[in-house]
Structure formats: structure tokens, C-alpha cells
């Protein structure tokens, strides 16, 4: 193998593995409430659907410790709560110092 294709296998080996490690999701969605008067839930992606039509949080969502009574609601909860863990993440988020 020539100096070139050794670099370019090389190269294309770590933007796999750097890939495959930057798609990995291990966050767990929470567990449905406990302590309320619904008896049936549903998973929906991170949040929980109540489904329990004698109880007082049917069609309700519960997510990262909240309710919400509507789809929109919970929607805005969870842009907030992804937007403030995006801004606090990366490039430029820590502290600045100029000069010396």
C-alpha cells in the first residue's frame, strides 16, 4: 500500500469510529409519575401520555417533572429545556479572557 492510501484509510477509520461514537443515545426517558390518580400511560418519545380517561391528567403529558395539558405545551418545554443544554455546550460556551 502506497503512503496515501494508508493516510486516506487511516482517515476514513476515525471519522467512523468518531461518527458512530457521536450518534450513540444513551439518555433514558424518564418514568411515568407515580402518585396520581392516572392509571395508564403512554410512552411518547421523552415524555409520558396519560390515557386514563376517569383521571384528571387524561391526555395530559408528563415530562422531566412536569405536566403539561397540551402537545404545544410540552413542545415548548422541551425546546427551552434542549435549547438551554445547547447554549451551555461547546464551542464558545465557557469563559472568555483577552490579553494579558
Do not use: R
Not at 4 to 27: D, E, H, P, Q, Y
Amino acid at each position: 500500500m502506497s503512503k496515501s492510501t494508508k493516510w486516506i484509510t487511516g482517515i476514513s477509520a476515525v471519522a467512523l469510529i468518531a461518527g458512530m461514537t457521536g450518534c450513540s443515545n444513551t439518555t433514558k426517558a424518564s418514568s411515568p409519575p407515580k402518585d396520581t390518580d392516572c392509571k395508564e400511560w403512554e410512552q411518547e418519545g421523552d415524555a409520558w401520555e396519560c390515557e386514563d380517561s376517569s383521571s384528571s391528567h387524561y391526555n395530559h403529558y408528563f415530562y422531566n417533572g412536569a405536566f403539561y395539558n397540551s402537545k404545544s405545551n410540552l413542545n415548548s418545554a422541551i425546546k427551552k429545556s434542549t435549547s438551554s443544554t445547547k447554549a451551555s455546550k461547546g464551542f464558545g460556551s465557557g469563559s472568555k479572557s483577552f490579553g494579558g
